[in-house]
């Protein structure tokens, strides 16, 4: 049993669920009001993804490209649960996507040395992920 389902078990998180579960018919409505976001606001974005998820495909996980060329993607030999499945190694991508600076409307943050500075508002990233 994993986590999500241990923590699921009780009568009343039953209900929670199936109403989470009847809600996502919604989802695909919504889709262009989330796509238009992430377009207009390029926000940082790392994805990861397990590629035996038998709920999304991966290319479900490129399509975010369309909306957010610079997003990290990356697909981990995993399932739905690619968290409980590889925690060390998606650990390891998170801190080095928040280590890196990251371009948003203002400022670079999450820089090595932990402080901020401004930035243009135009650029590309270079190599090692710096924005020039």
Known sequence: MTVDARLQAGTDRQDIQADLFYDYRTNVASYPTWQGWLREHQPPLQLVWGRYDPSFQVEEAEAYRREVPAAEVHVLDAGHFALDEHPDAIADLTRG???????NDVRVCGSATGTSSPVPETGTWGPGRQWH
């Open 97 to 103: 996507f928040l280590g890196r600076p990251t371009r």
